[in-house]
């Protein structure tokens, strides 16, 4: 076929400017304000500037 333009495979992603919202450390979780790439309940890599 004819080479198109466009996203192909599972590609590593970076977002930037992301806020925190809210830090539970008894439930270990970490809440994200903004647009977070991936499937809901999915594991994601967070990198701490």
């Given at each position: 076929?004819?080479?198109?333009?466009?996203?192909?495979?599972?590609?590593?992603?970076?977002?930037?400017?992301?806020?925190?919202?809210?830090?539970?450390?008894?439930?270990?979780?970490?809440k994200v304000s903004?647009?977070?790439?991936?499937?809901?309940?999915?594991?994601?890599?967070?990198?701490?500037?």
């Open positions: 076929g004819k080479k198109m333009a466009g996203r192909l495979g599972n590609k590593k992603v970076t977002i930037k400017g992301l806020k925190i919202v809210e830090v539970s450390t008894d439930k270990k979780e970490l903004g647009p977070v790439p991936g499937a809901r309940n999915s594991e994601i890599i967070l990198k701490v500037l």
